[in-house]
């Protein structure tokens, strides 16, 4: 069985730039959530979907991030415009329906803004 | 509000050792659940072993247990005969009200394990 899947794996993009993270859950996952770790701090929930529905969206920083999950399968983070305290590992999470607790991982994106 | 401490930034063990990863919580929900995750330096984030608030036995898997004292808030996670392999940064977290769907982890700041040949 695959796991969760992020692609890409680094990014490197200049301030003002646009760029999209994408994420595969596993399949037949319902529960998708998007983390990230800024450099040398803990890391923090940024939102949550239920199929195509975002249930938890509280960590989301700001509204130059936007999260979309169409059709409740894969999702993608999209940063416009991106800023030099975004730069960071974004992981993606995904967990079976009625078991959330147990979250299987994504390698994560590593975005670089300079 | 929530809050998961880990008071090791780094550790050093020898090969072959038992080794206890610290990690205590705050919440005012009775129900939760605790976590292990460990990453290695490829960057993956893999699950290790969990813990619900209401669960009478301490968790187990394989050369994992935790560690729970619920009265102490703490959930440390023992590590039995280290190996090399076992190099890598070790994250506790937290998730509240076990059975909602809602439901975020929050994280510690992570322990990094250095295992010695």
């Known amino acids: 069985e695959a796991g969760v899947t992020q692609f890409p794996s680094h990014s490197v993009i200049e301030k003002g730039q646009t760029v999209t993270l994408r994420c595969d859950p596993i399949s037949g996952h319902d529960n998708l959530y998007w983390y990230r770790r800024v450099m040398g701090k803990e890391i923090k929930f940024l939102l949550h979907f239920v199929k195509e529905s975002k249930q938890d969206e509280s960590g989301m920083p700001n509204n130059r991030f936007l999260a979309e999950r169409t059709g409740g399968t894969y999702s993608t983070l999209k940063v416009q415009p991106a800023e030099l305290e975004d730069s960071g590992v974004y992981f993606c999470?995904?967990?079976?329906?009625?078991?959330?607790?147990?979250?299987?991982f994504g390698p994560g994106t590593r975005l670089t803004v300079t | 509000a929530q809050k998961i401490t880990q008071t090791q930034p780094g550790m050093f063990v020898q090969e072959k050792e038992a080794v206890t990863l610290d990690c205590t919580y705050d919440t005012s929900d009775p129900s939760y659940g605790l976590f292990w995750y460990k990453q290695p330096s490829s960057g993956e984030m893999i699950f290790l072993i969990y813990?619900?608030?209401?669960?009478?036995q301490n968790a187990t898997e394989g050369r994992y247990s935790l560690n729970f004292q619920k009265a102490r808030k703490s959930a440390n996670l023992v590590i039995s005969a280290s190996q090399l392999g076992d190099s890598a940064m070790y994250f506790c977290?937290?998730?509240?009200?076990?059975?909602?769907?809602?439901?975020?982890?929050?994280f510690g700041s992570g322990t990094r394990l250095s295992i010695r040949p």
């Open positions: 977290a937290m998730r509240e009200t076990v059975y909602s769907s809602a439901s975020k982890i929050i």
């Open positions: 999470a995904s967990s079976q329906p009625g078991q959330p607790y147990e979250q299987y």
């Open positions: 813990q619900g608030s209401y669960d009478q």
